[in-house]
T-cell receptor, first 111, second 117 residues
């Protein structure tokens, strides 16, 4: 059964600092997603990673995928307050057709 | 395109009542799914469908039924509501076949906040 773990669950960081959120998953997959959720809102797609070694960047966020290690990272560069949100990774279990989410990382960027 | 729409936005039920949460998409997506979101639990998959007439169970299917008679609609039925089903429910859709970011992006609806007393 596919399990997806994120860490940390909560991250408080200062503006201008760098940090990384980790997403580990338990079975083979070649499709991984990152989402952002603001309080009381729906989920917004950030990145779709479709192959080993894939790297995507948008502004201060960069996501990468290592399918051999079953690991994806979301790197935050020079954080700003606007990045405060909950970030989810989700992994597609191809054989099961299920998209399974991690528990999320609540990011709070302090001025 | 309206994208993924969900109704109602809010609902309060009494224990034992039944109701249907509606989900529709106008993007001709084959894949549709229902999730529930509870504090500290992330999103958990309830049921999903890879096309009209095909549905399957997710991680937490008990207490919920679905059907997919058309490509556009994927309603979620609570047959006898329980307080444990108090949650925020999200519907999502995407293409099922094809390569590339566009074909593999999941779109989420705005959510339905359900309270069962």
């Amino acid at each position: 059964e596919l399990k997806v773990e994120q860490n940390p669950l909560f991250l408080s960081m200062q503006e201008g600092k760098n940090y990384t959120i980790y997403c580990n998953y338990s079975t083979t997959s070649d499709r991984l997603y990152w989402y952002r959720q603001d309080p009381g809102k729906s989920l917004e797609s950030l990145f779709v990673l479709l192959s080993n070694g894939a790297v995507k960047q948008e502004g201060r966020l960069m996501a990468s995928l290592d399918t051999k290690a079953r690991l994806s990272t979301l790197h935050i560069t020079a954080a700003v307050h606007d990045l405060s949100a909950t970030y989810f990774c989700a992994v597609y279990g191809g054989a099961t057709n299920k998209l399974i989410f991690g528990t999320g990382t609540l990011l709070a960027v302090q001025p | 395109n309206a994208g993924v729409t969900q109704t109602p936005k809010f609902q309060v039920l009494k224990t034992g009542q039944s109701m249907t949460l509606q989900c529709a998409q106008d993007m001709n997506h084959e894949y549709m799914s229902w999730y529930r979101q509870d504090p500290g639990m992330g999103l958990r998959l309830i049921h999903y469908s890879v096309g009209a007439g095909i549905t399957d169970q997710g991680e937490v299917p008990n207490g919920y039924n679905v059907s997919r008679s058309t490509t556009e609609d994927f309603p979620l039925r609570l047959l006898s509501a329980a307080p444990s089903q108090t949650s925020v429910y999200f519907c999502a859709s995407s293409y099922f076949f094809g390569e590339g970011t566009f074909r593999n992006t999941q779109y989420f609806g705005p959510g339905t906040r359900l309270t069962v007393l």
